[in-house]
């Protein structure tokens, strides 16, 4: 089974393309000169997308329909949680954190982002009860040792590491739209056409959120609240 999958059901074949569709496949692929960065989210309430796609080389033919299937070739890559706005800390993080979710206006007030969130000698139980605001010592607590697993999961998972591919795999992965694929998998495979290579970007909540991935041993492939870089070619 494949990781990316959300469901054990694959489809087993690409659906047919019309020959009109085959044929337009032979023109040449252009690589994009400019780099620029489409975000897939669009939501008034966050500043940033929390997914967005860089096309690298483009496609051709139709874009897919929901529940059609489709093949790609992927590698899957630890991002490391730097670029985290405060907005992202508050929606992706906090929210996903029992009972801290009230927080959410002081973080962004005090543009709690990845990286003050991890400075240990800023935020302390002292920031977090003075600044923050949180007269329950629990709470306190518990928040900081919610950042200290987070920051642990990141030394222990580096930033570039490949936690997945279908090259790896020898096999690439074939999933109907709309189901059996992580969020931003689905949500950037319904934006190429047939030959597109693209590299997408996606916050956790878009991957594999608060629990992360394991491998059938159980070996953490991908830590909790893991921002995730794929590398994604639409095959079919
Ligand atoms: C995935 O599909 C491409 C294009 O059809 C093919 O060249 C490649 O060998 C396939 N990858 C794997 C791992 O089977």
Not at 153 to 170: I, K, L, N
Not at 175 to 191: E, H, Q, T, W, Y
Not at 195 to 218: H, I, N, P, Q, T
Request: negative net charge; proline residues 3%; glycine residues 6%.
């Amino acid at each position: 089974m494949h990781f990316i999958s959300t469901i054990l059901l694959l489809a087993t074949s690409c659906d047919a393309f019309a020959p009109s569709t085959r044929l337009t496949s032979k023109s040449s692929t252009v690589l994009f000169a400019s780099e620029e960065w489409i975000p897939l989210v669009t939501d008034d309430s966050s500043e940033a997308s929390p997914v967005k796609k860089l096309v690298l080389e483009e496609g051709n033919g139709e874009l897919p329909t929901d529940g059609s299937s489709v093949e790609i070739e992927y590698t899957g890559t630890l991002v490391g949680e730097k670029d985290w706005s405060a907005q992202d800390v508050a929606d992706c993080w906090l929210s996903q954190l029992q009972g801290l979710d009230h927080l959410k206006a002081e973080f962004i007030q005090n543009n709690i982002d990845f990286a003050l969130l991890s400075d240990t000698n800023v935020f302390t139980e002292e920031f977090c009860t003075t600044t923050l605001g949180i007269s329950n010592k629990i709470q306190a607590k518990k928040l900081l040792m919610a950042r200290n697993r987070l920051t642990k999961s990141q030394d222990e998972h580096p930033a570039g590491t490949v936690f997945d591919s279908s090259a790896e795999r020898g096999k690439n992965f074939t999933f109907n739209l709309g189901k059996g694929a992580i969020k931003a998998i689905d949500l950037a495979v319904r934006s190429m056409r047939v030959g597109e290579r693209a590299s997408v970007v996606c916050r956790s909540d878009y991957g594999y959120g608060s629990e992360g991935l394991r491998s059938s041993k159980g070996d953490v492939m991908v830590p909790p609240f893991s921002t995730l870089n794929f590398e994604l070619k639409r095959v079919c």
